[in-house]
């Protein structure tokens, strides 16, 4: 049977990320992070705990894998490789949006894969901003998820051919925050994100937001190579960088509402260092991808393994006995990103 234009583009947007990938990493805005060493860590490496508790969800890990298939029998393949990788390391999964699944139930099998594959880990549903509650309710199902992301994806839909082009999203927010009995997380797609923004999110209720920022996959990119229409790569540059918005973060930082960092996440030193800036979790998504489709499983079930030693390792140099103790270390900025903080008064 053919596949919907929505399954079409899922497949297209997997393999654009995949070709694009080493070039959207040529300027690494993590680079502009450095962490300060600390000759005393007077701690064992025993001591170290990785583990972390994002408001009510136990995560083994500091990082998981964020948001990105589902939807086509490409994708569904996708899925089932990753969440049974996230299975074996207890790690917590993302899908991507399950709004093809509500117009068309016969993908729903494509995203509920990834629950059979992880039956005890918490799986994080996804949705776009536009969604109802009922639509929200309906993923959720579809996944018996733990968590719903809600997806703001307004630089992407705008340089889509067949993207929306309204964007009235914030009573939708309130509602599902307020209706929903599972944690609510909103996120970027890779554009970061702005104090004001940021407040704003807090106002509406949201306890859990997701940054996501430039530096890592590509979204003005992706759509621009999809879109023969019109020419919209001035867009290839937009938006703050996950540091950046990290930064924004942090100058408003609110206990009771927790900061997740994603976007261009490539290493166990990344984590770190996103850590050491604020976030409370870290979402990975085109680099993991990378290593499946280019490595291929086993490379990435080393992968995992790892990162999850490595952040032991540098969680105890720092001296930190957890992903918590982090938001203490301190960091030095390179002269550019030190410069938008000034510029930003942040
Ligand atoms: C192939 C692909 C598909 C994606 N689909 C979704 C999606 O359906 N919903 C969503 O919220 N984000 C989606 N994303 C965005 C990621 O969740 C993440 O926010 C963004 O890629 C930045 O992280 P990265 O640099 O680690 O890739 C997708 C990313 C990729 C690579």
């Known amino acids: 049977m053919m596949e919907s ?39 064992a490496l025993s001591q170290a705990d990785s583990s972390i508790k994002l408001g009510e969800l ?55 894969i990834v629950r059979d594959k992880m039956p005890t880990e918490p799986v994080i549903a996804n949705l776009g901003a ?61 554009f970061g994100m702005d104090k004001k923004t940021i407040a704003k999110l807090q106002e509406l209720g949201v306890k859990y937001i997701n940054v996501s920022g430039r530096g890592g996959t590509n979204f003005a990119a992706i759509e621009n190579r999809r ?43 990344d984590v770190i260092k996103a850590g050491a800036l604020g976030a409370s979790a870290v979402g990975v998504a085109g680099h993991f991808l990378h290593t499946l489709l280019h490595d291929g499983d086993d490379a990435l079930d080393r992968e995992l393994n790892a990162w999850q030693e490595a952040i032991l390792r540098l969680l105890t140099l720092l001296g930190c006995h957890n992903f918590a103790e982090l938001k203490q270390a301190e960091v030095v900025l390179s002269p550019e990103l030190d410069d938008y903080a000034t510029q930003r008064g942040l």
């Open 5 to 43: 234009l929505q399954a079409h583009r899922k497949n297209e947007h997997v393999s654009l990320a995949e070709k694009l990938y080493s070039q959207s990493h040529a300027n690494h805005p993590f680079d502009q992070v450095r962490l300060i060493h600390n000759s005393l860590p007077e701690m």
């Open 130 to 190: 536009s969604a109802d509650l009922e639509q929200a309710q309906k993923a959720i199902d579809i996944l018996k998820a733990d968590a719903i992301e809600i997806h703001l994806n307004a630089a992407q839909e705008l340089v889509m051919p067949e993207g929306d082009r309204e964007f009235f999203w914030q009573e939708h927010i309130k509602e599902l925050v307020n209706q929903l009995s599972i944690p609510v997380i909103v996120k970027e797609v890779g």
């Open 58 to 112: 136990n995560l083994k890990a500091p990082f998981y894998i964020e948001a990105m298939t589902g939807g086509s029998k490409q994708t569904a393949k996708i899925n089932a490789r990753l969440a049974s990788l996230a299975h074996q390391h207890g790690l917590a999964m993302a899908t991507g949006s399950l709004s093809v699944a509500l117009k068309d139930p016969q993908t729903q099998s494509s995203f509920a």
């Open 227 to 269: 879109n023969h229409q019109f020419d919209l790569s001035m867009l290839n540059d937009w938006g703050q960088t996950t540091p950046e918005s990290l930064l924004e973060a942090r100058a408003i930082k609110n206990p009771d509402v927790a900061i997740i960092a994603s976007g261009g996440i490539t290493s166990p030193l």
